[in-house]
Nanobody
Framework: QVQLVESGGGLVEAGGSLRLSCAASGRTFSSYAMGWFRQGPGKEREFVASIGSSGAIRRYSDSVKGRFAISRENAKNMVYLEMNSLKPEDTAVYYC????????????????WGQGTQVTVSS
C-alpha cells in the first residue's frame, strides 16, 4: 500500500513559479514509477510528467516541456514538480501517482493517486 499526499499548490501570477511536493508512505516507494497528472476546469485529466523508479528517466507533456521539472528523493519518499513560467492554462488540480510500471504511469493506469492540490495561475 502506498499513500500519497500532495502539497505546494496555491495562487500565483502568470510567469511565476511553484514547487509541488508529493509525500509517499510505504517501504517500497523506490520501486514505483511516479507521475503527475492534472485536471483543469471543464477539462479531462491529462498527463504532465513522469519519472522512473531510480530517477534516471523522465518524460514531459509537450505543454510543459522546458518549463516544468520532475524529480524524486527515494531516501525521503518524495516526488517534486518544479513549475516555472506558469501560464493561466496551467490552472488545474494536480495529482501525484505511483505506478508499478513505467508504461502504466504514462496513461495514468496506476493503483495509487493522491487527493490533489489546486494550482491557480492568474493572468
Amino acid at each position: 500500500q502506498v499513500q500519497l499526499v500532495e502539497s505546494g499548490g496555491g495562487l500565483v501570477e502568470a510567469g511565476g513559479s511553484l514547487r509541488l511536493s508529493c509525500a509517499a508512505s510505504g517501504r517500497t516507494f523506490s520501486s514505483y514509477a511516479m507521475g503527475w497528472f492534472r485536471q483543469g476546469p471543464g477539462k479531462e485529466r491529462e498527463f504532465v510528467a513522469s519519472i522512473g523508479s531510480s530517477g534516471a528517466i523522465r518524460r514531459y507533456s509537450d505543454s510543459v516541456k522546458g518549463r516544468f521539472a520532475i524529480s524524486r528523493e527515494n531516501a525521503k519518499n518524495m516526488v517534486y514538480l518544479e513549475m516555472n513560467s506558469l501560464k493561466p492554462e496551467d490552472t488545474a488540480v494536480y495529482y501525484c501517482l505511483a505506478c508499478t510500471s513505467w508504461t502504466k504511469v504514462q496513461v495514468g493506469n496506476c493503483d495509487y493517486w493522491g487527493q490533489g492540490t489546486q494550482v491557480t495561475v492568474s493572468s
